[in-house]
Structures are given as structure tokens and as C-alpha cells.
């Protein structure tokens, strides 16, 4: 377990994104006072197909955030905001 504290916000696709993205600097505004880090990750749609695909996008190649998320949520350490 680290000692800095940290929250991980999620991001989606299309019209939730907006709502999402609007949102996220008023959070960091919030946690920096706090010594919070917020890191975010990618459970659109999209980025879910494309991290089944690594081979071939190479470089471009993306993880499944929300597999990875899946596994951390059932730690106590978690700290997820996932928005609707």
C-alpha cells in the first residue's frame, strides 16, 4: 500500500464524457488541497474493444481498465468514482 492517498476516476463514452470531463477538475481542485492524486481510466466502450486487440494496434496498444478496476475494487485500498 502507498503512503499518498490516490482516487481513481473513471471515464466513459459519448454524452457521459462531457458530464465526466466537466466534473474532473473540480475533484482535482478538491484533492490537491488534500494531497490526493486522482488518476483517471478509460472504461469506454471503445477502449474496452480496443484493449482485446493488442497485437495488432502495436504501439497504440491500450490495457482493460475495467478489468484491472474489476480486480482493485474488491481491495480496501480502492477508491473509485465511477459516475453514471
Known amino acids: 500500500m502507498s503512503d499518498t492517498a490516490k482516487i481513481i476516476y473513471t471515464l466513459t463514452d459519448e454524452a457521459p464524457l462531457l458530464a465526466t470531463q466537466s466534473l474532473l477538475p473540480i475533484i482535482e481542485a478538491f484533492t490537491a488541497t488534500a494531497d490526493v492524486a486522482v488518476e483517471t481510466r478509460d472504461i469506454s466502450l471503445a477502449g474496452r474493444i480496443l484493449a482485446q486487440f493488442p497485437e495488432r494496434l502495436g ?13 482493485l475494487a474488491k481491495t480496501p485500498e480502492a477508491n473509485i468514482i465511477k459516475l453514471p
Open 59 to 71: 504501439d497504440g496498444a491500450t490495457s482493460d481498465d475495467l478489468a484491472e478496476l474489476g480486480k
